[in-house]
């Protein structure tokens, strides 16, 4: 098989592509960043915010990546959305949020940059 399904999404292959290793890490990376894991990176740094942490390698290129990506596309894919997806309703993994909760009220995603 060349597809499988991480973080809510499908993840197709292409035909003689290490699909037990692409899976490892897409597992690897949800159970480091997820939202909805208790134990992760991302939920340990949200839960002390302390202005200055110390984060894993791992975790800084991440971010730098995602930091890098809200700046090139002007703030339309940005890892500030956290708030704003709480306030959408969407605390909790994909197949627990209900179908349809009707309209919410957008929330605003705070710039990066000071």
Known sequence: M???RSMGCD????YGAPVDAVRALFDERDARFSRFNDSSELN???ANPLG???VS???ASMLALSIDAARATDGLISPAVGAALLA???DRDFHL????VGAVEP??????EA
Not at 97 to 100: K, M, Q, S, W
């Open 2 to 4: 060349n597809s499988f």
């Open 11 to 14: 993840v197709q292959l292409p």
């Open 44 to 46: 340990a740094l949200n």
């Open 52 to 54: 200055v942490a110390v």
């Open 57 to 59: 390698e791992d975790f």
């Open 88 to 90: 959408a309703g969407y």
């Open 97 to 100: 949020v209900p179908r349809d």
């Open 107 to 112: 929330a605003e995603v705070p710039p990066l």
